[in-house]
């Protein structure tokens, strides 16, 4: 199983960046996916979430408004559309399952 992340990158609050998600060795269809972040020294915080149709999202409080998750299962992707980014949003993203059991190796978001 690999979940490889891209989009990540070093902008200017207000700014944008589309994070990317590529699943592979699952079944991903059948697979609530999420977009997990973790700052230096805070605990991890789940962002986003979608459920395996596409039918349904979740948003923390903290991205409400400003992130967008969305998947195409016919290109096993998955995305987060981050817009008007803050400097608290800086961190690492990671693609997760949604029962947590496969991890990316995690895009870095800088807003600075």
């Known amino acids: 199983v690999q979940l490889v992340e891209s989009g990540g990158g070093l902008v200017q609050p207000g700014e944008s960046l589309r994070l990317t998600c590529l699943a592979s060795?699952?079944?991903?269809?059948?697979?609530?996916m999420s977009w997990v972040r973790q700052a230096p020294g805070k605990e991890r915080e789940g962002v986003a979430a979608?459920?395996?149709?596409?039918?349904?999202?979740y948003y923390a409080d903290s991205v409400k408004g400003r992130f967008t998750i969305s998947r195409d299962n016919a290109k096993n992707t998955l995305y987060l559309q981050t817009d008007s980014l803050k400097t608290e949003d800086t961190a690492v993203y990671y693609c997760v399952t949604g029962d947590g059991n496969y991890w990316g190796q995690g895009t870095q978001v800088t807003v600075s």
């Open positions: 979608i459920y395996s149709d596409g039918g349904g999202t």
């Open positions: 060795g699952i079944t991903f269809s059948r697979h609530d």
